[in-house]
Antibody, heavy 117, light 107 residues
Framework: EVQLVESGGGLVQPGRSMKLSCAAS????????MAWVCQAPKKGLEWVAT????????YYRDSVKGRFTISRDNAKSTLYLQMDSLRSEDTATYYC??????????WGQGTLVTVSS | DIRMTQSPASLSASLGETVNIECLAS??????LAWYQQKPGKSPQLLIY???SLQNGVPSRFSGSGSGTQYSLKINSLQSEDVATYFC?????????FGSGTKLEIK
């Protein structure tokens, strides 16, 4: 069974950093591109970033370019999202998702990031 | 960026009814479209990909259609467990973009 379990969310002050993790199991992690998708409270879904199966390619939405970094450790079957210079508008639940190969076939349960002083 | 305009924003229907949700892309996305269901308090789940392919395990009362810029999700014989918000998403081009969602309730 495919499982994606996010962790690392919480309350953080504006301008500070936070790193999210997503532990994957139930599939061969290094065969799949992975992504982060966020959802602000009571709002819609927004794609954040994608990383290729081997980590060689990354893609970001404009609003996080230069502030967020997606990475992966295939030996640990873990996806990461390093979030720097956080803003109040980054407040959201962050989901990791497996791409199959272009649609989000599996989602984690999400981790809430709240940016507030 | 490709803009996805989804309608209606909310929908109320009776059990057993058929409902349709529409998604209009701002440019041709060549059927690179997925539909997701998000139940209250849960993460989204994939229903349809490539505009009309049903994901494994999804009930056959769900179906997708469309091409070019216009797409739709149809739910036949509405069940109580279908109460959810539905989102379309294009993956023809980065940045991947989602529709704003359709909240489906039972009348």
């Amino acid at each position: 069974e495919v499982q994606l379990v996010e962790s690392g969310g919480g309350l953080v002050q504006p301008g500070r950093s936070m790193k999210l993790s997503c532990a994957a199991s139930g599939f061969t992690f290094n065969n799949y591109d992975m992504a982060w998708v966020c959802q602000a409270p009571k709002k819609g879904l927004e794609w954040v970033a994608t990383i290729s199966y081997d980590g060689s390619s990354t893609y970001y939405r404009d609003s996080v370019k230069g502030r967020f970094t997606i990475s992966r450790d295939n030996a640990k079957s873990t996806l990461y999202l390093q979030m720097d210079s956080l803003r109040s508008e980054d407040t959201a639940t962050y989901y990791c998702a497996r791409l199959d190969p272009f649609w989000f076939a599996y989602w984690g349960q999400g981790t809430l990031v709240t940016v507030s002083s | 960026d490709i803009r996805m305009t989804q309608s209606p924003a909310s929908l109320s229907a009776s059990l057993g009814e058929t409902v349709n949700i529409e998604c209009l892309a701002s440019e041709d996305i060549y059927s690179d479209l997925a539909w997701y269901q998000q139940k209250p308090g849960k993460s989204p789940q994939l229903l349809i990909y490539n505009a009309n392919s049903l994901q494994n395990g999804v009930p056959s009362r769900f179906s997708g259609s469309g091409s070019g810029t216009q797409y739709s999700l149809k739910i036949n014989s509405l069940q109580s467990e279908d109460v959810a918000t539905y989102f379309c998403q294009q993956y023809n081009n980065y940045p991947f973009t989602f529709g704003s969602g359709t909240k489906l309730e039972i009348k």
